[in-house]
């Protein structure tokens, strides 16, 4: 299991590093402070939202309206926030809560996770176009600071990322909260049995994953400057591809944040990548496609192997 | 004495010449790379914007003029990818970055980003807001005016207008159908007497003059936004009435119409859009922004209008399907930069 564990990190900590030597051999600019910076600011919420995936795919469950709602973060942030910031306070908070609601609603109705977020996604959507019909909207001065500080030596993005990294990793892999959490992903009826209220666990898992939502929307807005109600459709499979190439799986309780993370950058990095190549636009999704089945395929050989030794 | 003197003449005229060729007193730019950084190909005036950028800019590196000028697009439509394909493009050491923004706002903080690290942004069509970025944009509501303002010399009498509009909510429809209205509170012997939304598309704008027709008194005039011209012909013809005046938009099926319409009955009309190859525009205006002209950020790009005259000349250089287009030179770039000064 230990063995395991280990080769579950090193892979996404492999296939980053071999890309990041990639793009610095192509554009050698990119190694310096500046250059990570603007390779990297744009992964920050990104990883955030990778993580808030990884809570829901912690507990079994796939979220597919984490774009949406990362857009609507984004969007009650560049008015709500920016104009009066106790009513955007009070909004985002009412959303963390409403996301902790589905999570209880979808266990105590035995939903499936997948249709109820796939609606909600269209809800999310109507709102975020009900508050921003067209583009606009400006990001709160305290946040836009936060998201273009300059620390000596590091560079935000990373210093952002490995933060993130940290804190989760803390939360969910040596908290005893976090071991429960994982527990109702692998295996809910023993965790129930052991006198824990799996519907109060997932409440909490589906509240993190609104708190990190919330905090990727807002960290967008900070580096974009303002939103509009489609700008993190994305997210969804980004945040979903992440998790998998940081060493999540499907099968619940087998997530690891600080692979999240590293999964979330590698995405990022592929990207700029493929577009230093100069590759076509048609062929570059196709590219993105083609790592990630490269980086799991590598990692089901690397699995196999540890099974068998 | 006379010899040198001459001499000297000539090295001064020559020299005069050669910085007159290099754009007077502008600083040479043969170093300099631009990149554009496009959000969308996925239909005829896009695929044509980026067919124009190649040949104008390509021509361009040819000659000298610029080092290199690429064009990127990215492959979805979104904004958080064209602001990380913005930051690539700044690392990858590009002078100038020429955008057709997928969202005016959102792009503003990967903008701000550029400009900080000493690059030039130039955005046209789709413009940014940011106030370090240049813009060349289009006075669609001047296009609306001009459409009645043409009627009004044709029909000095007046009469009933159609209008047919563009996508509802997004801003240039709101703004062509502002120039409209402006142009008939002008012209008061018009009266608009119906208005359908046909999507800038023929199909969907013939199913909706289809609609509105059997209840609207007599029209003389149809005023529109492109892309729907002859889609409400057919709708007019369908229904058996008289073809009015309906101002067309520069697409190559509009044209063909015009023209068969023209030798049957000597039907005449105006035509009037934007040119895709306002791409070159930007990268002109970026190239002479490189030179160190003094460009003001906010420029007008004037729009391409076809007349009776030039019809023939147009139909003829416009591929089926495609959209009448013109490519700008320098010399257009100075003017338009001359005009807004």
């Known amino acids: 299991m230990t063995r395991l564990s280990r080769y579950r990190i090193l892979l996404p900590v492999l296939s980053l590093a071999i890309l990041l030597a990639a793009t610095f051999w192509m554009q050698p600019r990119a190694m310096s402070y500046f250059g990570l910076n603007l390779l990297f600011n744009l992964a920050v919420p990104i990883a955030l939202a990778t993580i808030a995936q990884m809570m829901i795919i912690m507990v079994n469950d796939i979220d597919l309206s984490l774009g949406a709602f990362v857009s609507l973060v984004a969007c009650v942030t560049a008015t709500f926030l920016h104009d009066t910031p106790l009513l955007g306070l009070a909004i985002l908070a009412a959303l963390i809560l409403t996301y902790a609601a589905l999570g209880a609603m979808i266990h105590a109705l035995d939903l499936p996770a997948i249709v109820v977020t796939l609606g909600m996604s269209f809800i999310w959507g109507g709102i975020a176009l009900f508050i921003l019909p067209s583009p606009g909207g400006a990001s709160p001065g305290w946040l836009r600071s936060l998201m273009t500080i300059k620390p000596p030596m590091i560079p935000m993005a990373i210093v952002a990322a490995i933060t993130i990294a940290a804190l989760t990793h803390l939360l969910i892999m040596r908290s005893g909260i976090g071991t429960v959490l994982r527990g109702v992903g692998g295996n809910a009826r023993s965790v129930a049995r052991a006198g824990w209220p799996v519907i109060r666990l997932k409440a909490l898992a589906y509240g993190l994953a609104g708190l990190f939502g919330v905090l990727a929307g807002m960290a967008l807005v900070g580096l974009t400057t303002s939103a509009d109600a489609n700008i993190a459709l994305r997210y969804t499979l980004l945040s979903i591809a992440g998790v998998i190439l940081g060493g999540g799986e499907f099968i619940g309780g087998k997530v690891s944040p600080v692979g999240a993370v590293i999964g979330a950058l590698t995405l990022t990095l592929a990207a700029s990548f493929l577009s230093f190549l100069r590759l076509s636009p048609d062929w570059q999704i196709g590219a993105q496609g083609a790592i990630l089945i490269l980086v799991l395929t590598a990692r089901l050989i690397f699995s196999r192997r540890g099974a068998e030794a | ?341």
């Open chain 2, 1 to 341: 004495m006379k010899i040198s003197k001459l001499l000297l003449g000539a090295a001064g005229l020559a020299l005069v010449a050669g910085l007159a060729q290099a754009g007077s007193h502008l600083q040479d730019t043969s170093g300099k790379r631009i990149a554009l950084s496009n959000n969308y190909a996925g239909n005829s005036w896009r695929q044509a914007m980026l067919q124009s950028w190649e040949e104008a800019a390509g021509a361009a590196v040819a000659d000298g003029v610029v080092a290199a000028a690429d064009a990127f697009t990215t492959s979805e439509n979104q904004a958080t990818e064209q602001a990380a394909q913005i930051q690539n493009m700044i690392l990858q050491g590009y002078d100038a970055i020429v955008i057709n923004a997928a969202s005016p706002t959102a792009l503003n903080g990967a903008v701000k980003e550029a400009c900080d690290a000493g690059v030039t942004v130039v955005s046209f069509d789709g413009i940014v807001s940011e106030p370090c970025a240049w813009r060349i944009a289009v006075d669609f509501a001047a296009m609306g005016k001009e459409e009645v303002d043409y009627l009004a010399t044709r029909l000095p009498d007046g009469g009933n207008l159609l209008e047919i509009r563009g996508l509802a909510g997004v801003f240039v429809d709101d703004e062509i159908s502002a120039g409209i209205h402006a142009g008939v509170a002008e012209h008061d012997q018009f009266k608009i007497v119906g208005s359908v939304h046909g999507d800038w598309a023929q199909d969907v704008a013939q199913k909706a003059v289809a609609g509105i027709l059997p209840s609207l008194p007599d029209v003389v005039g149809v005023v529109t936004q492109g892309g729907d011209g002859y889609g409400a012909a057919q709708a007019f013809k369908a229904a058996g009435r008289p073809t009015p005046l309906i101002v067309l938009g520069n697409r190559q099926d509009e044209m063909q119409w015009w023209a068969d319409q023209r030798d049957a009955n000597g039907y005449e009309t105006l035509s009037l859009s934007i040119a895709p190859g306002v791409s070159t525009l930007a990268f002109w205006v970026a190239q002479q922004v490189l030179a160190g002209e003094e460009v003001p950020k906010d420029l007008t790009v004037p729009f391409l209008k076809i007349t009776q005259d030039t019809l023939d000349e147009k139909l003829a250089g416009t591929p089926v399907g495609s959209v009448a287009n013109v490519m700008y030179a320098l010399e257009d770039a100075q003017a338009v930069i001359a005009g807004a000064k």
